[in-house]
DNA sequence: GGCCGGGTGTTATCTTATAACATAACGTTC
DNA sequence: GAACGTTATGTTATAAGATAACACCCGGCC
């Protein structure tokens, strides 16, 4: 039964890790997706996607707008919600609803659930796949007649960076 | 071990239904949680709750403040906001983080995580309360470190009564 | 009275998102 | 390579959602 793993046990990335792979591995992944769809990944939309991916903090739409104004000429709100929403149709992006911001997705190509935790100390959002989650999630959802199309799940709450250190000797 | 029912199979009420009796349930629930917990149900707070019942489909804020506004002198934003904030403090409301909206919790006083599913045609939310999901949910965050405070699942698709008819004879 | 704290009123401003229309780039066909 | 349909981007204006900052009121308390 090619069972993938259930789940990635560490979501959050270390604080120090070789970032700029991050984004070379989901700007390629991205061209990937965009040819095997027919879809153009044109130069601004994989620019906003470059800037979505600038870290592993959420962007806001007006946070990419004012980093792109630096890249190229001013470019006005409409082209930088485009821009998200192509993304975002393609996968390669996830809207991270309760902080209208973005987040780069780490599977595009494979259709999953949103999972999200957002850390409220260090402000980074990272996406978990928890194939029982989704699967709670899909047959609960199903079981209440309920016609599926885009579930997604976010937690606030601290990262394991982010919080206090335990006392007693509990990992 | 008395486990409470798993979940409700039909959290998306009928068309035609009591609705006062949804309202008067609400406030009466709201009088006494807040009263247990020392809180104060003004009238500004109570009349916010009242309209965020008003129906099942979630509530802008600034729906809330034009309706408010026809019961009442003028209000600005800010007492709306505020009043909703007290609220969902007081557990009494959650928010739609996908719609920007407000909807009445359905089980106040019991704390849970909010699972809502949002119908795109008919625009109406409901509340689950599927227990698999939850303990889904919290594991998975759990086992990835995280402290969680406050897990979200909302949903978009289709309502039972929004759905095109099922052409054979699947229920 | 004088003080404090919670709740509300008021004004202004900020952030986020989209409508509507104009223009440019691309791909195809002949 | 001109004409055409299609897709992407530019541009302007505005809608929609949310909050900061400060003033005021009112009840309880000393
Ligand atoms: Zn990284
Ligand atoms: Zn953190
Ligand atoms: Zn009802
Ligand atoms: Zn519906």
Known sequence: MARTRAHNPRPFKREKHDHRRCVTTALDRAAKVCAAKGARLTAIRRQV???VWQSHRPAGAYDILAA???KRDYVAPPTVYRA?????A???VHR???LNAFVGCERPGEPHCGQF???RACGRAAEMADGRIEAAVRRGLAEAGFALERPTVEALG???DCQPPAE???A
């Open 49 to 51: 996607l470059e800037l």
């Open 68 to 70: 792109l104004g630096r």
């Open 84 to 88: 998200l929403e192509f993304l975002r």
């Open 90 to 92: 393609q996968g390669l």
């Open 96 to 98: 991270i609803e309760s």
């Open 117 to 119: 935790l957002i850390c």
């Open 158 to 160: 601290l990262c394991p």
């Open 168 to 170: 007693a000797g509990n």
